[in-house]
């Protein structure tokens, strides 16, 4: 019996510490091309949790899909919901989505967020800024700035993240909402865009498009899928951005004033049913070709360039969660081309919603799939 009984002990000490997607809070070691680093479990008991911003004070804000927003204190003590925030259409990949600070929130106290945005005819994805009253844990004159003109029902691709330029304008990725695919490349739609706004939500005068007939004034670049995942580029400020594929074709791009990326006439994916290959080829001429695409298909969620010294082998380089393959990618950089690619935790089992590097020079993660935040240590 005894024998027996350290048995089931020892069995459920190797579940819990080398269970896929159990990181022990005290950190777990994972191995990597550059050296070994440390794994470690920051928080748990969030919903889907979507985006993460960084606060002034070290606490974070953290944004739960099913329409909850908490901050989360250095420890990882969850707060209680937030108050004040809109009603979401939480519903497959709708809800709340991302969220970032504005450029001077330290005088203020200006948050913008992403949701799913519920309206008559169906949903569309939506962007609203409040003043964050953080020791009351709730939201003050909210406001909706800006507004997909599409709303169609379903409950697919909705993009979205929020990334503010040099210039303090306010880059919005939208996704064409999957069964209306072929107004990615219509400009008087705002499904399969990225737009590019003032913080007030004002069209800025240097739009590509502004004053072009048949074209709304927001729109940046347009034939985007899926996008949920953007950064600067810390040396040129250009916009960088990944979207997904159907069956392939997921594709890291950088997102230029006025161009086209081509869905769904330009792709490397095919048919979810069927196989067959989409639109009319992988290349043309007025279409800008991605840096990297992945076929098959990654799932590619948040992204963030690395620009820390606490991984000093690692600055330069660019992480991006992966959703279907369960995965943080790592890819080393020659100015614009992708020179390697590394993939990282691969057996945790983690659904890795968002990457972000916080002030401390460490690189922050969601795990979607087990609720929590991660952070990545030096050993």
Same mark, same amino acid.
């Given at each position: 019996?005894?024998?027996?009984?350290?048995?089931?002990?020892?069995?459920?000490?190797?579940?819990?510490?080398?269970?896929?997607?159990?990181? /022990?809070?005290?950190?777990?070691?994972?191995?990597?091309?550059?050296?070994?680093?440390?794994?470690?479990?920051?928080?748990?008991?969030?919903?889907?949790?979507?985006?993460?911003?960084?606060?002034?004070?070290? %606490?974070?804000?953290?944004?739960?899909?099913?329409? %909850?927003?908490?901050?989360?204190? $250095?420890?990882?003590?969850?707060?209680?919901?937030?108050?004040?925030?809109?009603?979401?259409?939480?519903?497959?990949?709708?809800? +709340?989505?991302?969220?970032?600070?504005? $450029?001077?929130?330290?005088?203020? &106290?200006? #948050?913008?967020?992403?949701? *799913?945005?519920?309206?008559?005819?169906?949903?569309?994805?939506?962007?609203?800024?409040?003043?964050?009253?953080?020791?009351?844990?709730?939201?003050? =004159?909210?406001?909706?700035?800006?507004?997909?003109?599409?709303?169609?029902?379903?409950?697919?691709?909705?993009?979205? &993240?929020?990334?503010?330029?040099?210039?303090?304008?306010?880059?919005?990725?939208?996704?064409?909402?999957?069964?209306?695919?072929?107004?990615?490349?219509?400009? =008087?739609?705002?499904?399969?865009?990225?737009?590019?706004?003032?913080?007030?939500?004002?069209? $800025?005068? =240097?739009?590509?498009?502004?004053?072009? *007939?048949?074209? +709304?004034?927001?729109?940046?670049?347009?034939?985007?899928?899926?996008?949920?995942?953007?950064?600067?580029?810390?040396?040129?400020? *250009?916009?960088?951005?990944?979207?997904?594929?159907?069956?392939?074709?997921?594709?890291?791009?950088?997102?230029?004033?006025?161009?086209?990326?081509?869905?769904?006439?330009?792709?490397?994916?095919? @048919?979810?049913?069927?196989?067959?290959?989409?639109?009319?080829?992988? @290349? %043309? /001429?007025?279409?800008?070709?991605?840096?990297?695409?992945?076929?098959?298909? #990654?799932?590619?969620?948040?992204? /963030?360039?690395?620009?820390?010294?606490?991984?000093?082998?690692?600055?330069?380089?660019?992480?991006?969660?992966?959703?279907?393959?369960?995965?943080?990618?790592?890819?080393?950089?020659?100015?614009?081309?992708?020179?390697?690619?590394? &993939? +990282?935790?691969?057996?945790?089992?983690? %659904?890795?919603?968002?990457?972000?590097?916080? $002030?401390?020079?460490?690189?922050?993660?969601?795990?979607?799939?087990?609720?929590?935040?991660?952070?990545? =240590?030096?050993?």
């Amino acid at each position: 019996m005894k024998r027996l009984a350290a048995r089931a002990l020892l069995a459920t000490f190797c579940i819990a510490v080398f269970a896929p997607g159990i990181a /022990a809070a005290a950190g777990m070691q994972v191995k990597t091309e550059t050296g070994t680093v440390v794994l470690t479990e920051v928080a748990r008991g969030l919903e889907n949790p979507w985006s993460l911003a960084f606060l002034p004070d070290g %606490r974070m804000l953290v944004t739960e899909r099913p329409g %909850r927003m908490r901050l989360v204190s $250095p420890s990882g003590a969850l707060s209680a919901p937030l108050a004040g925030l809109p009603a979401v259409h939480a519903s497959g990949q709708g809800g +709340l989505l991302d969220v970032v600070l504005s $450029p001077g929130f330290a005088t203020d &106290r200006l #948050i913008y967020f992403s949701f *799913a945005q519920p309206t008559a005819g169906g949903a569309r994805t939506a962007v609203a800024r409040a003043l964050l009253d953080a020791d009351a844990l709730r939201l003050q =004159d909210l406001r909706v700035i800006f507004a997909q003109k599409d709303d169609p029902p379903g409950s697919h691709h909705f993009g979205s &993240r929020l990334v503010f330029g040099r210039d303090g304008t306010l880059f919005v990725t939208l996704g064409e909402r999957f069964n209306h695919r072929d107004r990615a490349q219509d400009l =008087d739609s705002h499904l399969g865009k990225v737009v590019r706004i003032n913080p007030d939500g004002s069209v $800025p005068a =240097d739009n590509p498009f502004v004053g072009r *007939a048949g074209a +709304l004034p927001e729109i940046w670049s347009y034939g985007h899928r899926n996008v949920q995942g953007a950064a600067l580029h810390p040396q040129t400020g *250009a916009l960088w951005a990944h979207e997904h594929g159907p069956q392939g074709g997921d594709e890291l791009n950088i997102l230029l004033a006025g161009r086209n990326y081509g869905w769904p006439q330009i792709t490397f994916g095919r @048919e979810y049913v069927t196989g067959f290959r989409i639109g009319e080829g992988t @290349e %043309r /001429a007025d279409v800008q070709p991605p840096l990297k695409q992945w076929t098959p298909s #990654i799932a590619p969620s948040g992204m /963030a360039f690395y620009t820390a010294d606490v991984f000093p082998r690692w600055k330069g380089n660019l992480f991006i969660g992966a959703l279907k393959y369960r995965m943080l990618v790592r890819l080393v950089l020659d100015g614009d081309n992708v020179t390697h690619e590394e &993939r +990282l935790l691969a057996d945790q089992g983690m %659904r890795i919603r968002d990457v972000r590097q916080g $002030p401390d020079g460490r690189l922050w993660l969601l795990d979607d799939s087990n609720g929590r935040i991660l952070r990545l =240590d030096p050993r």
